[in-house]
């Protein structure tokens, strides 16, 4: 059964959905652990999050290899990575070599990424959309450190938009390998280390682990359906017996994050931050009808 | 004795030549070993060290760190065929494609847009697939003079389909493990805080492979913020990061790594690296080549004429952090 | 598809067992991720993490920056049946194997005299040889995780036969090349000039591979001169040489590494060394062992009573070397 | 042909061979070279000798990996490597790892050793005389750094003395790798870099280099002959046509070594120096009759 803390404090009114996965996010964050995290975005404003509430101990080290920073809040724009704000205070500088290193000695229990595509045996998509043969395809940037983060951690921790593009029965170019086909063993005779292999996969919908290494939907967000989970995905994920639901941001969450951690809104605000979440009078929640204005976009200030 | 080890499988990508004896007699024949002096323009160290259809590697450009001047220059002289390592590349690998400057590229992870995508699907530039840390082990091979390296990861990927990399049955364990070839490139372009004349350089803060590059690569070219007295590299031997005798040029390029960050000293310039990302993204790369790099003589005129001082001093006022990036 | 690949020749010597998978599960059930003090005494360290039977590494001992207050340490709980990898190791080697510690040892060279030859020439010590690259390369692999190394030399030498390493045909050259097996060491001895107490160390000068040997170590005790707090570590992460996650153990040893050097700190007590190494070149170690390691109660008891304040204080002046060994 | 400098200064009237053997090697130090320098002893006072008269563009590099110190001379007893003295002002304290790499990509031009015995094809032995398998032997060091000098440098040179002893057909144990065998190809074929090999042997009565791979006379010391070279040997050389005189020490060389290099006396007063050789009044050299008190021998001060 998956670990999960408690939300600490009021439960939010309103929020978004990019936010309500953060917030769940964080409260999976397991206390003590290290978790080598794929460039900045969610991923990074989860662990940050979890450390500030629910995970003290977590160890936080960046793709390009700083070992526990606490990183000079906000970041700028773009500079998530290999800046010296963002490599603040760390207990090591490495390198992309020395962490990938130390992942390949077992040192990383988790990792946490981004995906453009997943299929249900967990396997990572950045590369393209498309036919790589025929060249038919929209190219993207590359797996980066999503690759080694996938083969090397014990556990990867995949975060991504529900929507029926993304989950596909098979992924159009395994960039990062989850388990491959799905046979047992598959991952150890391509040479991955052993006893790895994903982990889960949270949406804003909905939270997935794996049931003999296929993906398994085990909780919902309060604000959809199972009809809706099921009906943005291209495959049937098998279904846990009991779902969990994953609780709406409390008040204390979204002010940590919206202040301290993402200030500037480059993460919350700005970008694909799907819908506006209220509760409604009789406790359930559901998106708002119209889109409200949110906090100013938080453009360049002119002074930079 | 002759025994059997099995090849199990074998990625089907061009790769880079792997030879470690050739890459010795290249470091017996041209690495000077005395102490001579290597200080030269930007200008003469890519005429002299780039040759059209060299395999090139850097990284954090236009983020941290990167050899945003040195790359600049290499499209000002319009390089032709370059095979790119393009792992941690960010914008470079395009603003390199949209000058025609670039054949190949073994990729980690670059940020794509339509310049790169028009080129790859005319056929202008091939891609081999790999990741950032499979590049950068590569790399590590390459400095180690060793032809491959195991690896733990990349099994299993399509990319390993389009790489040159092998699984093998491990002579020791029995088990499938991953190989890599090696990787020496032919350039380097590295930018460090200080250097002395003869390559020996300082790094203060993180990096992705750079002294493993430097090691790696037939020719080296280093730009530096400041150049220091070797009176002061023998002072702390251990700051040394890049020995000198992999070095073969020294560039003294202040703000070197402009629009990038360079930690402790100078911050990034956002609205210039958004412009560009957003270029990168959505075209109009010529566009910023036509006014950043064609337009101006070198890079010294265009910090002086298109950045200003006053700018620049600005962006060293926001490096507040300085704590373990100064000697 | 499935393709030979020739082992063309193998040694015959017994090597530790190359098993990364078994190795990448220890670190995963055994060292902690989280910041956790570990500070302990000499003799705790030591009961808690040598184990008889243990492969054991070190360095420099009674040279530099050894540990040698900890392996005096092993041999006054002697420990049993230890497997040495003798590279780098001066007089350690006979002095443990004089205690009756050792069963085997890799080496790449240790100096030998009258207690290791009887040891070898009864059959209480077997010994495999490589030389000192090869030993350090082999502990390389283990600190990356993977389960060989080629290497481009050693090739051609008797030591080849009696040591774990193979020729094989590279896949990618053709070419005959040596591979040795990875070292994934029980313990790791680590003398350092400063950690916190989570084992976070920075080490200032030279070293032979010990950085390697706490990545690649299960279990890694660190002695050290100075504590220092986590926050001076966070000032310059840039210092760090060994990161807390693969520290065990941290012993606060000032003068640690007598009658070795401390770079920086203070110098060799060089008659103490002249005359162990008189012992262990032409006998009467145990005579040394009774006075310096049976004769006292621990590190401390032994600077008090037959050191003392007067002689560390003249080592301590005469250590007037400080370039590069200051943070 | 090999280059050798011409001596600068006056011959000395007055010398032992461990001073001649380390003059001579001095002079065959090319300048704008790396050493790479198998621990302390004669090997290390020829570079740094030649660094001051003859090459001062050679780069001395330490076995342990220190590129281009300026060593604080005199070095302690035994502290003639790892040592801050040593290491000092050096362009980059490196680690064993890191100059066996610097070698293996082809950084390290010459590498000088000391051998306990030579055969005709360069190896080296440093690890036992006597019967390895059946168990009859005496056992020494092993290789140390030997073995990665003689297979990575580009050439290697030996110091040894003469003694019959150590000039043997086949060395009783190959720790660190000649031509093996001899036959063409043999260190390719054992996975060594192509074009690398024993390049010079230097005794205090004799130098050698190798002609197809098989050492070969090219110049005696002028306080020997040749007889003499050749009884002291296990095998008999190749003997090049022209033979080469090496030129006794000068007054010069032997000013620095004695009071700069080696004030201490602990690599040419102490151990085993060979004999003391004069200048006869009719200009030849030999051995002076009754053995001189020479300096005082450097015990450990008693203030240390």
């Given amino acids: ?304 | 004795m002759v025994k059997e080890l099995e090849i199990l499988a074998e990625g089907e990508g061009e790769y880079h030549p792997v030879d470690p004896d050739g890459f010795r007699q290249w470091v017996r024949d041209h690495k000077k070993r005395a102490l001579v002096p290597k200080l030269m323009s930007a200008k003469e160290a890519i005429e002299r060290f780039v040759q059209d259809g060299d395999y090139l590697v850097y990284e954090c450009n236009y983020l941290q760190r990167g050899p945003a001047a040195l790359i600049r220059e290499i499209i000002r002289q319009r390089k032709r065929n370059l095979w790119l390592g393009a792992k941690f590349t960010w914008v470079a690998a395009a603003l390199l494609v949209e000058a025609g400057c670039v054949s190949k590229m073994d990729v980690g992870f670059f940020l794509f847009g339509p310049t790169v995508d028009r080129a790859v699907k005319e056929g202008r530039v091939k891609i081999y697939e790999y990741s950032n840390v499979v590049m950068t082990n590569r790399i590590k091979a390459g400095a180690m003079g060793i032809p491959f390296l195991p690896v733990r990861s990349f099994g299993g990927t399509d990319g390993f389909n389009y790489s040159g990399a092998k699984i093998i049955r491990d002579p020791y364990t029995g088990q499938p493990t991953v190989i890599v070839p090696a990787l020496n490139p032919d350039v380097a372009l590295i930018h460090v805080h200080q250097a002395d004349v003869y390559g020996n350089a300082r790094v203060f803060g993180t990096g992705i492979s750079d002294v493993e590059s430097a090691l790696a690569s037939k020719k080296v070219i280093i730009s530096t913020e400041e150049i220091v007295d070797t009176e002061e590299i023998r002072h702390n031997p251990g700051l040394t990061a890049i020995p000198y005798y992999c070095v073969d040029a020294v560039v003294h390029l202040p703000f070197g790594a402009y629009p990038g960050e360079m930690a402790g000293r100078y911050a990034s310039d956002v609205e210039h690296v958004v412009q560009v990302v957003g270029a990168t993204m959505r075209g109009g790369l010529e566009v910023y080549l036509e006014k950043w790099v064609y337009g101006v003589e070198d890079h010294f005129d265009m910090l002086d004429r298109l950045v200003g001082w006053k700018r620049l001093q600005q962006l060293v006022q926001r490096a507040t952090i300085k704590e373990g990036y100064l000697p």
């Fill in chain 1, 1 to 304: 059964m998956i670990q999960m803390q408690q939300p600490k404090g009021i439960p939010a009114a309103y929020f978004n959905e990019r936010e309500h996965q953060i917030c769940v996010m964080a409260r999976l964050i397991e206390d003590g652990k290290t978790y080598w995290v794929a460039g900045g975005g969610t991923p990074m404003a989860s662990i940050l999050l979890a450390k500030k509430l629910y995970a003290p101990n977590a160890v936080y080290v960046t793709e390009d290899g700083v070992l526990a920073p606490e990183p000079a809040l906000p970041l700028d724009p773009i500079m998530t990575m290999v800046s010296s704000r963002a490599s603040y205070r760390a207990l090591q500088w490495g390198t992309m070599n020395s962490v990938g290193f130390h992942a390949q000695i077992g040192l990383m229990d988790y990792g946490i990424l981004n995906t453009l595509q997943v299929d249900p045996y967990g396997n990572v998509n950045s590369t393209l959309l498309g036919d790589y043969k025929s060249g038919e395809f929209r190219r993207f940037g590359g797996p980066g450190g999503a690759d080694s983060i996938a083969s090397l951690c014990w556990r990867t921790i995949l975060m991504t938009d529900h929507e029926k593009r993304k989950f596909v029965p098979r992924v159009d170019f395994i960039s990062s390998p989850g388990f491959l086909d799905g046979t047992e063993g598959a991952r150890e005779r391509a040479g991955l280390p052993k006893d790895t292999g994903p982990y889960l996969v949270l949406t804003p919908w909905a939270l997935f682990d794996y049931e003999e290494r296929y993906l398994r939907l085990i909780g919902i967000s309060p604000f959809v359906t199972m009809e809706q989970v099921l009906g943005e995905m291209n495959f049937r994920p098998k279904i846990a017996p009991q779902l969990i639901t994953l609780e709406p941001p409390t008040e204390e969450e979204l002010t940590i994050l919206r202040t301290e951690i993402d200030p500037r809104g480059q993460v919350t605000i700005t970008g694909d931050i799907g819908r506006w979440i209220q509760k409604r009078e009789d406790g359930t929640y559901g998106p708002v009808e119209a889109e409200p204005e949110g906090r100013p976009n938080p453009n360049l200030p002119r002074s930079w």
